[in-house]
């Protein structure tokens, strides 16, 4: 069942729990600011916010760290060479970051589309984007939001935990109604996204984690999880 996009309530929860993360969590040198880590040398320097958004797909950031390198130092830096690229030399540099057959189809796909479709200075549409195989919501709006400076929510699998963990959703939130909770819930800042998305993704990875460190977390008061594990372990004490 669809979530309820939308309360005063709801609301104010998402604002609170942004400004919390933003005073309680340290400054996080990897992503700066909340901007895509971008090491440079990529002609158009978008894409390679395109290459990062489909190499994260399913594995760490850090293979995406160590992959970048390997394909600016073989070459593949514009959108043309990427495209011109022969499959298995595509595979072999881009083999760091896992699944790495369906990674270069899904990234010859997109420099073929932007080749066809975009000028230099234009935007993609978020359907088109989409109507690509191995082109996901996430993928897409990471492309939109760090690669074009669209407004476009990312409401990836962390943003997703921390709103049930929270309490503010159900266990069954899906991708389109958190990113409709968080873009209604937010003013419509690319930069605002931007932070917020990157204070998620640094609480998810450092307390928030599969194993939460609930007792290092500036949430926990308001925290569902937190505070039926908190009721539980009082109940025991009694
Ligand atoms: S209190 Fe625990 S479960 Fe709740 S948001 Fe913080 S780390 Fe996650």
Same mark, same amino acid.
């Given at each position: 069942?669809?979530?309820?996009?939308?309360?005063?309530?709801?609301?104010?929860?998402?604002? #609170?729990?942004?400004?919390?993360?933003?005073?309680?969590?340290?400054?996080?040198?990897?992503?700066?600011?909340? !901007?895509?880590?971008?090491?440079?040398?990529? &002609?158009?320097?978008?894409?390679? %916010? %395109?290459?990062?958004? %489909?190499?994260?797909?399913?594995?760490?950031?850090?293979?995406?760290?160590?992959?970048?390198?390997?394909?600016?130092?073989?070459?593949?830096?514009?959108?043309?060479?990427?495209? =011109?690229?022969?499959?298995?030399?595509?595979?072999?540099?881009? =083999?760091?970051?896992? $699944?790495?057959? +369906? &990674?270069?189809?899904?990234?010859?796909?997109?420099?073929? $589309?932007?080749?066809?479709?975009? !000028?230099?200075?234009?935007?993609?549409?978020?359907?088109? *984007?989409?109507? *690509? &195989?191995? %082109?996901?919501?996430?993928?897409?709006?990471?492309?939109?939001?760090?690669?074009?400076?669209?407004?476009?929510?990312? #409401?990836?699998?962390?943003?997703?935990r921390? *709103?049930?963990r929270?309490?503010?959703?159900?266990?069954?939130?899906?991708?389109? !109604?958190?990113?409709?909770?968080?873009?209604?819930?937010?003013? @419509?800042?690319?930069?605002?996204?931007?932070? $917020?998305?990157? *204070?998620?993704? +640094?609480?998810a990875k450092q307390i928030c984690r599969k194993r939460p460190l609930c007792g290092q977390c500036?949430?926990? +008061?308001?925290? @569902?999880t937190?505070?039926?594990g @908190?009721?539980?372990? !009082?109940?025991?004490?009694?």
């Open positions: 069942m669809a979530e309820t996009p939308l309360t005063g309530e709801r609301t104010a929860s998402i604002l #609170a729990v942004f400004q919390l993360l933003a005073d309680g969590l340290p400054p996080d040198r990897s992503w700066p600011g909340g !901007d895509w880590p971008l090491i440079g040398g990529f &002609k158009p320097d978008w894409l390679e %916010v %395109v290459l990062g958004s %489909v190499l994260t797909q399913n594995t760490r950031w850090e293979n995406v760290e160590n992959t970048i390198p390997r394909m600016k130092s073989r070459g593949l830096v514009t959108l043309e060479e990427v495209h =011109r690229c022969p499959l298995g030399e595509l595979e072999s540099a881009i =083999r760091p970051a896992g $699944f790495f057959r +369906q &990674k270069t189809r899904t990234i010859k796909g997109l420099a073929g $589309f932007f080749l066809r479709h975009i !000028d230099p200075n234009g935007i993609p549409r978020r359907e088109d *984007l989409l109507a *690509l &195989k191995g %082109v996901g919501f996430e993928t897409a709006d990471s492309i939109l939001l760090y690669g074009f400076n669209r407004p476009e929510f990312v #409401a990836d699998a962390y943003s997703r921390l *709103l049930r929270l309490g503010i959703v159900g266990p069954n939130i899906e991708y389109a !109604d958190a990113k409709l909770l968080f873009e209604s819930c937010l003013k @419509q800042e690319v930069h605002l996204y931007k932070t $917020f998305h990157a *204070l998620i993704v +640094q609480h500036p949430l926990r +008061q308001d925290c @569902q937190y505070l039926r @908190q009721r539980k372990l !009082d109940r025991e004490a009694e």
